[in-house]
């Protein structure tokens, strides 16, 4: 069966910290590997990762795919408040589905 | 700019109601998804889409059903609600281009709670 494992589940930080979310995963015929930031409403994409060992960048966020390892690791760093949200890992395969982490709910404080 | 529109973003239905969430995405995407997001649980696929007519069972098909009828259309139906089926639903659409997969893009979400 599918699966995909975010970690940790809670995380609460200072202003100026730097944070490294985890996501491993268990698919079969893996396609890619995909970042969300969820607030209030619906996710907005963050990353998309296919190809192990390429780190994508986008201001204060970075994230890394290891295909030998099963995980991904996404960095904020110089953390604000605005970065407070959960945190979704998702996997696609080759057969269209996409399956999501629990999520990492970071709470950024001042 | 990519549109997916849910019909409702909250709903309130009684037990044993037949309940129908719509979901439209306006740019011709094959895939499309039904989620449920639960505190602790993250996003759970119910079903999803590649095509139309084309359903696949997601891990928590039991008590829905879904219908894609057009390409642009999703619905995602709940036969006889029950209080445990109370969350928040997120419908999303994708395509796989030539290059490869893009991200999904999610619908507002339906809050629906059953009472």
Known sequence: EDKVVQSPLSLVVHEGDTVTL????????????LWYKQEKKAPTFLFML??????????????????????????????QTGDSAIYLCAVSNNNNDMRFGAGTRLTVKP | DVKVTQSSRYLVKRTGEKVFLECVQDMDHENMFWYRQDPGLGLRLIYFSYDVKMKEKGDIPEGYSVSREKKERFSLILESASTNQTSMYLCASSFVGWT?????????GTRLTVV
């Open chain 1, 22 to 33: 985890n996501c491993s995963y268990e698919v079969t015929n893996f396609r890619s590997l």
């Open chain 1, 50 to 79: 296919t190809s192990s060992g390429i780190e994508k960048k986008s201001g204060r966020l970075s994230s890394i795919l290891d295909k030998k390892e099963l995980s991904s690791i996404l960095n904020i760093t110089a953390t």
């Open chain 2, 100 to 108: 490869g997969d893009t991200e999904a893009f999610f619908g507002q």
